[in-house]
């Protein structure tokens, strides 16, 4: 694993046991305490940066109603479920204290105000680099000269394969965290999108590149 790829993966929390490889992202070592100490899942997911969908907000009604459309495709035995039993499933978990992997993985998905990734990434306190062409090329440069080492233990942002990075212009790496960040709460690879774009597509991977690259 590149020094790079060690460095990042010790500031992102991983969430132990969590199928679907969900991941906790936060660079304040208190969080952990917070979690620790925790009594709910709604507690938990909160200390995330998490905001669980809310009955009584009305601006949560279209994120209530696309859970409930993703909720019935991933659960065929509730294909017939209404917003009422699902608000009232989420609900059923918020309040629970002793909390499976099934369960926090299910409320993450279906009970929180969905985020895209770049969204995600601000809420949980890193700061997404500027894709656009004239913006920080150097640091561009850079972080695309470390992908480019591959290597055991690599973080592939999607489907860029590490020799396709190529410098000095930067922009394949560049326009894939364009692509990357873009992505919504539903995206099939979320989890693992999330986990490599604090890598390679933020402000905080960039100051983590060894010493001598930065």
């Not at 993985?105 to 062409?133: M, Q, W």
């Not at 999607?158 to 190529?166: P, Q, W």
Request: hydrophobic share 25%; charged share 30%; proline share 2%.
């Amino acid at each position: 694993m590149s020094k790079l790829a060690m460095a990042s993966v010790a500031g992102v929390g991983s969430v132990a046991g969590v199928s679907g490889g969900a991941y906790l992202l936060t660079r304040n070592s208190s969080n952990a305490l917070e979690i620790e100490k925790s009594k709910t899942l709604r507690t938990r997911l909160e200390s995330e940066n998490y905001t669980p969908l809310d009955v009584d907000n009305v601006s949560h009604k279209t994120h209530w109603d696309t859970s409930l459309t993703k909720y019935k495709v991933q659960y065929t035995s509730k294909n017939t479920w209404n917003d009422s039993q699902l608000k009232e499933r989420c609900s059923e978990l918020f309040n629970k204290e002793i909390i499976s992997d099934g369960d926090y993985t299910e409320a993450r998905k279906y009970c929180v105000v969905p985020r895209d990734i770049s969204g995600r990434l601000n809420d949980t306190g890193f700061h997404p680099l500027s894709t656009e062409e004239s913006q920080e090329s150097t640091k561009w440069t850079k972080l695309s000269e470390e992908y480019k080492k591959g290597g055991d233990g690599f973080k592939k942002l999607g489907d860029l394969e590490h020799n396709k990075a190529s410098e000095p212009s930067s922009s394949a790496l560049r326009e894939k965290c364009k692509e990357v960040l873009k992505k919504d709460h539903w995206d099939a690879d979320y989890d693992s999108l999330l986990e490599s774009s604090t890598v390679w597509c933020t402000e905080e991977g960039f100051n983590k590149l060894p010493i001598g690259n930065a």
